[in-house]
């Protein structure tokens, strides 16, 4: 794929002034047209709706084209013979690969969520240092991506990880680009931007640790909750369609808040309920059992319902040895 077939000047009713738009608003190439959806397009290029649409459309229409995206309608053994090909990042458990396939998917948003403790961040970490192994290791040879909106990025846990399980800690370091988002319109912005870095980058892996804290903080009361919801749709879709678009594994954590309707069963949810649900491909719910942890496949296309015990220790994520019987 040449550079200039993604230019937006080579692309159909895109002109010098709307390009400018564009990249005022981070859409610097048809990639980024592709997954920023038509009425975000309309507002930031000032476009009317319907010229949006057709200029999105025009995009989708030239990436299929060049085959970085599937036709509209193509045959059922095409498309299996396509998800046998599909790369995976390992997380560094071979029994959280197996509860996931082999792994976290390209192409895909997965979705882990849990309590506080139970390992969501040291699964993020993990799969930065995982996804810079060769293939035959579990890795993709690739560079990660890291949206800190937390506060708990903690470089010197990467390069520790990275030690242990034989790389050198100062170039796994630098093939991690680290972005802190402040609040949740600067989460927005670095999501749009993110097109271009993952592209500089060649990265394969996009972390987003956690999705939902700042609009958890920002939109409080019931009066907002319909803008709050509206705001993580858009996001959450940003992040799908750029998964597929870049063919990168992108991963999110939320947190859970508890149900107070649930009598039965565990009364905790994930924060932005249907919403988040709807769009993530795959969903696992981590908590805690003494020592280890547990995961369960919750929501997914193609995995049973079923689940697995992992554990945190100087690797990183890793299985339960000897020292950390399983527990439930
Ligand atoms: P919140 O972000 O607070 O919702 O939690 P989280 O799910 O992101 O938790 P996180 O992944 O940060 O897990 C924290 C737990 O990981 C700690 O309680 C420790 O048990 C474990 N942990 C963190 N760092 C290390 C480490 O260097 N070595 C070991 N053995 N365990 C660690
Ligand atoms: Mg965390």
Redesign the pocket.
């Known amino acids: 794929m040449a550079d200039e077939d993604l230019q937006l000047e080579n692309l159909a009713g895109v002109g010098p002034i709307t390009k400018t738009r564009l990249e005022e608003k981070g859409i610097y190439t048809v990639l980024d047209l592709a997954y920023i959806g038509a009425s975000e397009v309309a507002e930031a290029a000032n476009l009317d709706l319907s010229k949006a649409i057709e200029m999105c459309n025009n995009a989708r229409k030239k990436l299929v084209d060049l085959g970085i995206l599937e036709n509209d309608f193509v045959s059922a053994d095409q498309l299996y013979k396509k998800r046998l090909e599909i790369d995976r990042i390992s997380t560094g458990s071979s029994n959280l690969d197996d509860l996931l396939g082999g792994g976290i998917e390209t192409g895909a948003l997965t979705e882990f969520y ?10 993020c970490h993990c799969l930065c240092v995982m996804a810079q192994f060769p293939k035959e290791q579990g890795g993709l040879n690739a560079s990660s991506i890291y949206v800190d909106t ?1 506060n ?1 990025f903690r470089p010197e ?1 990467l390069a ?1 990880v990275a030690e242990i399980r034989g790389l050198d800690p100062d170039v796994a370091l630098r093939r991690v680009t680290v972005a802190k988002a402040y609040n949740s319109a600067h989460q927005e912005l670095i999501v749009r931007e993110l097109g271009r870095v993952i592209k500089e980058k060649s990265a394969r892996l996009v972390i987003i ?2 999705a939902v804290a700042h609009y958890r903080a920002e939109f409080l009361g019931r009066a907002t909750l319909a803008d709050r919801q509206q705001r993580i749709n858009r996001f959450m879709h940003h992040l799908l369609r750029m998964s597929e678009v870049y063919e990168c594994a992108v991963v999110m ?1 939320n ?1 859970v808040q508890s149900a107070p309707d649930v009598i039965f069963g565990d009364p905790t949810r994930p924060v932005g309920g249907h919403v988040l649900g709807h769009t993530s491909t795959y969903r696992i719910y ?1 908590r805690k059992a003494s020592k280890n942890r547990i995961a369960k496949m919750v929501d997914s296309p193609s995995h049973p319902e079923r689940e697995t015990v992992f554990v ?3 690797r990183g994520v890793d299985d339960p040895g000897e020292d950390s019987p399983v527990t439930q």
Not at 114 to 123: D, L, R, V
């Open positions: 849990g309590e506080f403790g139970s390992g969501k961040t040291q699964i937390e708990t846990r520790g640790d956690s954590t947190q981590l945190m220790n100087e």
